[in-house]
C-alpha cells in the first residue's frame, strides 16, 4: 500500500527558497513514497520589467516575479500532472496526494513513461558553454529603461516628417531558472537572460492613408543589442516603405521572403516533421523519411546547443530537453531529404523510435515537441541578387493568418511586401493572398541568401520560391 506523504519540514522548506535543486528533488522522492513507479518534478521561477512608451508618456509599465512547481507522477503504465504555486509544506502535499491520485482513475498507456536511464548521459554546463545568463539584463535603473524606450520612440519620430503617430517603444528584461529532477537519477538546472527595445511608428501619406511597422533588437546580454536609435530609424524606414502600398492583379509570379517572414515557412517544416503529427496520421510528410522532399539546396537543422556569433547562448539553447535529455544538433532536411521527424520520449516510442531530445513542458501535463534554434541554412547570394533575378515578382516583408495546413501541406496566407520590376523593388504591396502547397514550394525554392541571423529561435535567411499564386486584385 502506498505511504502517506509526510510534508517537507519547515527546516526544509526554508533550505528551498535558497536551494530550489533540493526541493524539486524532494518532492520526486516523496511522490515515489507515495506510492508512484516513477516521478518527475519541474520549477521554474523568473522575473520581468516591460514598459511601453507611446508619444514619450509611458503608457503601461509591468513589473512582476512568479515561481511554480510542476510533478509528473506514474502508475506503471497510468500518469498524472499536476502544479502548484504554494511551496508552503501544506501545498506541496497537495500537490503529491493529488497527483498520485489523479494518476490512479487514468486509463493505461503503454507508450508512457520516462525516458530510459541510459538515455540521459552528460548534460552540457549551462556556465560554461551555452552562456544563457548574463547579469547586465538588470545593469540599468528603472528610469534608465523607460528612458531607452522613450528613445528608440523618439528616434523613429524624427526620421521624417511623414511619421505622424506611434504605437510606442518598448524596453523588456527578463530572467529565468527552471529545475528539472526525476526519479531516474537525473537533476539538473539552468538559468536564462533577455532583454529587448523596439519601436512600432505609424506613416501618413498625403492623402492621409497610414502604414504601419516595426522593428526591435533582442539578445541575452545588454552588450549584445543595438541602439535604441538604431532600432528606431530601421522601424521608421520600413513604415515609410510601406506608403502607397496598392493591389497587384492575381498572377503566377516567384515570391522572395525577407528573413522575418521567411522563418514561419521554416516553422511549418518542424510542425510538418513533428512526431505528433506523424503518428496522428495529420502531416503530409508522414511516409516521406528518407525521399527528396525539398530541394538540394535546402538543409534545416535544429540545435539546440548552439552559441551565437556574439558567444552567447541562442535564443532555443539549453543543457537538457523537457524530460532531462542532453541538448543536440539535429539535422531535420539534408540537401532536401528528409532525415528524421523531431521526437520525444512518447512519440518515439509510438513510432517504434528514439527520441530526438526534442520534448518541451511547462509546469502541468505531458510533454509536448518543441524545437530548439531552428533554421535554414544560408547560401551564398546576397538579397540584392536574389531580387535583381526577378523580372516580376513580390518580396514579402508581413504575413498575416495562419494559412498553413499541415495535414495537406496548402498554404495560403495574407501578405504584404514591394513590388519586384526588372529585379528592382518598386512600390508596396498590401491586400494580397500567396498561396501554394508545402511540398511543391519546397522542392521550388530556387535561390537562398547569406544573410541569416538569429533575432530568434527560429531564423532564415531571405529565399525565393517559383511559381507560386498571388491573389490581388
Given amino acids: 500500500m502506498p505511504q502517506a506523504v509526510p510534508a517537507p519540514s519547515q527546516t526544509t522548506l526554508d533550505q528551498a527558497t535558497l536551494d530550489l535543486e533540493s526541493l524539486t528533488a524532494d518532492v520526486v522522492a516523496l511522490a515515489i513514497k507515495a506510492g508512484a513507479s516513477d516521478a518527475e518534478a519541474v520549477v521554474r521561477e523568473g522575473d520581468e520589467f516591460s514598459v511601453n512608451v507611446r508619444m514619450g508618456e509611458v503608457e503601461t509599465l509591468k513589473e512582476s516575479g512568479s515561481r511554480g512547481l510542476g510533478l509528473r507522477v506514474f502508475l506503471g503504465a497510468r500518469s498524472a500532472s499536476t502544479s502548484t504555486s504554494d511551496f508552503t509544506p501544506e501545498g506541496i502535499r497537495q500537490l503529491v496526494d493529488g497527483a498520485v491520485a489523479l494518476a490512479k482513475v487514468t486509463e493505461e498507456d503503454p507508450f508512457t513513461g520516462l525516458p530510459d536511464a541510459a538515455e540521459f548521459g552528460s548534460c552540457l554546463s549551462e556556465t560554461g558553454n551555452l552562456h544563457l545568463y548574463f547579469d547586465d539584463v538588470y545593469s540599468l535603473s528603472g528610469p534608465e529603461r523607460i528612458d531607452w524606450a522613450r528613445r528608440c520612440e523618439a528616434a523613429a519620430l524624427a526620421a521624417d516628417p511623414r511619421i505622424t503617430n506611434s504605437d510606442g517603444g518598448s524596453f523588456d528584461a527578463a530572467t529565468g531558472r527552471k529545475i528539472l529532477a526525476n526519479s531516474r537519477g537525473f537533476l539538473g538546472s539552468y ?20 502604414q504601419r511597422d516595426g522593428w526591435w533588437t533582442g539578445a541575452r546580454r545588454m552588450a549584445d543589442l543595438d541602439s535604441p536609435e538604431s532600432v528606431g530609424k530601421e522601424a521608421a524606414r520600413r513604415a515609410l516603405r510601406r506608403l502607397g502600398a496598392r493591389k497587384v492583379p492575381t498572377q503566377r509570379v516567384p515570391i522572395v521572403f525577407a528573413p522575418e517572414v521567411a522563418r514561419s515557412l521554416i516553422g511549418s517544416v518542424f510542425e510538418a516533421a513533428s512526431g505528433d503529427a506523424i503518428w496522428r496520421h495529420a502531416s503530409y510528410l508522414a511516409g516521406k523519411l528518407g525521399t527528396q522532399i525539398a530541394a538540394p539546396s535546402l538543409t534545416i537543422v535544429d540545435d539546440n546547443a548552439m552559441l551565437l556569433p556574439n558567444g552567447a547562448g541562442g535564443f532555443g539553447s539549453s543543457p537538457f530537453d523537457g524530460e532531462g535529455l542532453p541538448s543536440r544538433r539535429t539535422i531535420i532536411v539534408q540537401n532536401g ?28 501535463g505531458t510533454p509536448g515537441i518543441g524545437c530548439g534554434n531552428l533554421y535554414l541554412e544560408p547560401g551564398t547570394l546576397t538579397p540584392d541578387q536574389i531580387i535583381d533575378e526577378v523580372q516580376a515578382g513580390l518580396y514579402v516583408t508581413g ?45 521550388n525554392v530556387t535561390a537562398i541568401g547569406n544573410d541569416l541571423v538569429f533575432r530568434g529561435s527560429v531564423a532564415s535567411p531571405t529565399f525565393r520560391i517559383d511559381g507560386m499564386t498571388l491573389a490581388g486584385a
Fill in 191 to 210: 538559468r536564462t537572460s533577455y532583454a529587448g527595445v523596439s519601436a512600432a511608428p505609424l506613416a501618413m501619406d498625403a492623402d492621409g492613408k497610414m
Fill in 337 to 364: 531529404v528528409l532525415q528524421t521527424w523531431l521526437l520525444n520520449t512518447y512519440t518515439a516510442r509510438k513510432l517504434g523510435m528514439k527520441s530526438t531530445h526534442n520534448a518541451s513542458r511547462g509546469l502541468a
Fill in 399 to 443: 504575413l498575416m493568418g495562419f494559412g498553413t495546413n499541415t495535414v495537406t501541406g496548402d498554404y495560403s496566407r495574407g501578405a504584404t511586401g514591394l513590388w519586384i520590376e526588372n529585379g528592382q523593388l518598386t512600390h508596396a504591396v498590401e491586400e494580397v493572398t500567396i498561396a501554394g502547397n508545402l511540398a511543391e514550394m519546397l522542392m
